[in-house]
């Protein structure tokens, strides 16, 4: 399925990029410091789910590729609302909510330590975790270079709530002290699965952050992400050292966009949601990080919109709801609707605005990963053309109701069997300021 969808994705939004980037010439330097591809110090893990009432689970894969053993600090971050505040039941809208009571979200985290042989991948589930120990923390792996036995060490909780929406950061450690390292040798993954009778699955890489060598100082916890005094990020030509991207680019299609596929015989109308995070987070005293992102939407035409929206801590939403109240109501006004912008794909610029400090660490950067949500339910009710009255044919598949006719409705995305894939998104360019995260240690 991945395959598939990767194929469309590329075809219907290259010409897309390759009008905006034809059109702009401006010369911008890569953000080296981060990679969804390569090894690094820190792994943010943006995306995880769990939902037992709709078979819902996430596949954590974590990889030390070093000939050494390594510690990581890893820390599950749930983005869970609830209503009336912590305690009540969990929500993602205020009209999930009885009477009276709003969603408040939520940014709660339970941390946890392992203790990694060398070139050791790590899998589990994030419903069960790995809480009677790793495997090999009886039995030695390879040995080192003294010839040492090795053992892996810790234990890993499952997700603090069912449902669970939310991220996973882990940080590379010297091995048994704590105090961050400034190697680069974890990889991670994570597949988002669904087993409700028809069998989907979503992967993307985690999102690594590359250390400095030799750049570490006190104090430990505070870890510098770019700016005057980078711990993390990598050198760029003048100015301060790059950390967090100052620009990321998403190729996407436009929310309803109904793409034939296996030869004509199917069309289906995608969806998709975008996942943020900041890249600065206190988990220390448990203050998340915030922005303010700025969109620019360029259709085929090479028309251009914009938008904005804030994120505070963590937002995990359809495209479509960025620029309307949330829920189908408004998605066909969206500037995300295919039926606004009158073209299948387009590309979507998005920036974080920076703050007002001077003290180079006010960056407000972001994360980022793309969901696309492949409909394959079917429009029930009799529909009409909201222009003229006319009976209006029905798409062949759907995801929500904003894709059925004006009177009809679609499956509950609960139920109906979708299919979903997932990409890491592209970024570049570089900001003067950093961003920081601080850690509990030990």
């Known amino acids: ?57 996430t596949k954590i894969q974590l990889t030390n590729t070093a000939d050494t053993q390594v510690s990581v600090k890893c820390f599950y971050i749930n983005a869970n ?67 040492q036995p090795q053992f892996n060490d810790g234990s890993i909780p499952p997700a603090p709530e069912n449902p669970f929406s939310g991220e996973l950061r882990c940080i590379e450690l010297r091995y048994n002290e704590d105090v961050p390292s400034d190697r680069n040798d974890l990889k991670g993954e994570s597949t988002v699965l669904r087993e409700d009778g028809a069998m989907d699955a979503r992967k993307s890489n985690a999102i690594g952050i590359k250390a400095i060598e030799g750049a ?37 299609f436009f929310d309803g966009a109904p793409v034939a596929h296996h030869g004509g015989m199917m ?20 203050k998340p990080g915030s922005a303010t992102i700025q969109f620019l939407i360029y259709n085929e035409f090479e028309q251009r919109f914009s938008t904005s929206t804030r994120i505070s801590c963590y937002e995990s939403t359809p495209l479509s709801d960025i620029d309307t109240r949330p829920g189908p109501d408004g998605d066909r006004f969206s500037i995300f609707s295919v039926g606004t912008q009158g073209t299948i794909s387009g590309m979507s610029r998005l920036r974080s605005v920076e703050g007002p400090e001077t003290d ?48 009809s409705t679609c499956d509950s995305v609960d139920t109906l069997p979708y299919f979903t894939t997932e990409a890491n998104v592209q970024f570049q360019g570089r900001r003067n300021q950093g961003d920081q995260m601080v850690i509990p240690l030990p």
Request: glycine share 12%; proline share 7%.
């Open 81 to 147: 609302g609830h209503c009336g505040g912590e305690g009540g039941p969990i929500c993602r809208l205020d009209s999930q909510c009885a009477p009276g009571l709003f969603c408040e979200p939520g940014w709660q985290v339970t941390n946890f330590r392992l203790n990694l042989t060398k070139r050791q991948p790590l899998s589990w589930n994030l419903s069960s975790g790995l809480t009677n120990g790793l495997p090999l923390s009886n039995k030695p792996g390879p040995p080192d270079g003294q010839g």
């Open 267 to 286: 069309t289906q109308n995608v969806r998709s949601v975008l996942t943020l995070t900041p890249c600065a987070a206190d988990i220390l005293t448990s």
């Open 1 to 57: 399925m991945s395959s598939k969808m990767g194929f469309w994705r590329w075809a219907f939004a290259s010409a897309a990029v390759l009008m905006v980037c034809s059109a702009a010439s401006a010369r911008v330097i890569e953000s080296k410091g981060i990679t969804t591809d390569g090894t690094a110090a820190i792994v943010v893990y943006p995306d995880l789910e769990f939902d037992t009432a709709r078979s819902i689970d």
């Open 360 to 407: 180079g660490y006010d960056a407000r950067g972001i994360l980022a990963v793309l969901q696309e949500n492949w409909g394959n339910g079917t429009c029930s009710g009799v529909g009409t053309s909201s222009a003229n009255g006319a009976p209006k044919p029905e798409p062949a598949r759907c995801a929500s109701d904003a894709d059925c006719a004006v009177g």
């Open 216 to 252: 570490q100082r006190d104090p430990v916890e505070v870890l510098n992400i770019g700016g005057p005094e980078a711990e993390y990020g990598m050198e760029a030509d003048g100015g301060n050292p790059a950390g967090c991207p100052n620009i990321w680019t998403l190729n996407h």
